[in-house]
T-cell receptor
Framework: SQQGEEDPQALSIQEGENATMNCSYK?????LQWYRQNSGRGLVHLIL?????REKHSGRLRVTLDTSKKSSSLLITASRAADTASYFC?????????????FGKGTLLTVNP | EAQVTQNPRYLITVTGKKLTVTCSQN?????MSWYRQDPGLGLRQIYY???????DKGDVPEGYKVSRKEKRNFPLILESPSPNQTSLYFC???????????FGPGTRLTVL
């Protein structure tokens, strides 16, 4: 079953603009991760935010987590054409024997030069 | 260089012909996992392994087998491939299941 769901499914912006992607999930989590995938290639880890954190930064990336709403957002500031890729959130379940990292379906970001 | 390797990268086969996709990591990771990626469905986990000789089913295990005899290797076996197993397959590894996962380059499989 899909734990994380990204929104929107696709986003097209101009270079220099900011891009915001959202992720919603259903059950309590330990951590939430964001990954990036260039067309047909392996996923690359961007950032991990723990359930007791509310915001995290890495370069031009800003991730927020709202556990009360079971949602997270990824903001890419001052976007570049090279940011064109699919972005996925991934969540792990809290407790129990569920040792899985579950990915959403992704947001396809297109940054136009 | 720390990496996850998969072989083959591309494979075209026919229904029913057994095949194995290999996966190897050089980071001494305990956790390894196989995913398939299909358009509109995102990544779905097939099997995962917490450590040597410990494997468990993911969300879509039907038609697949795995083994974890050594820490570095986690092969994916399709005993009798069918066309609905045509997909892009990724192997990944991490220190623990909730940490950053390192992905292989992918194996594009076509079953005719």
């Amino acid at each position: 079953s899909q734990q994380g769901e990204e929104d929107p499914q696709a986003l097209s912006i101009q270079e220099g603009e900011n891009a915001t992607m959202n992720c919603s999930y259903k059950t309590s989590i330990n951590n939430l991760q964001w990954y990036r995938q260039n067309s047909g290639r392996g996923l690359v880890h961007l950032i991990l935010i723990r359930s007791n954190e509310r915001e995290k930064h890495s370069g031009r990336l800003r991730v927020t987590l709202d556990t009360s709403k079971k949602s997270s957002s990824l903001l890419i500031t001052a976007s570049r054409a090279a940011d064109t890729a699919s972005y996925f959130c991934a969540t792990d379940a809290e407790g129990g024997s569920n040792y899985k990292l579950t990915f959403g379906k992704g947001t396809l970001l297109t940054v136009n030069p | 260089e720390a990496q996850v390797t998969q072989n083959p990268r591309y494979l075209i086969t026919v229904t029913g012909k057994k095949l194995t996709v290999t996966c190897s990591q050089n980071m001494n990771h305990e956790y390894m996992s196989w995913y398939r990626q299909d358009p509109g469905l995102g990544l779905r986990q097939i099997y995962y392994s917490m450590n040597v000789e410990v494997t468990d089913k993911g969300d879509v295990p039907e038609g697949y087998k795995v083994s974890r005899k050594e820490k570095r290797n986690f092969p994916l076996i399709l005993e009798s491939p069918s066309p609905n197993q045509t997909s892009l397959y990724f192997c990944a590894s991490s220190g623990t299941y909730y940490n950053e996962q390192f992905f292989g380059p992918g194996t594009r499989l076509t079953v005719l």
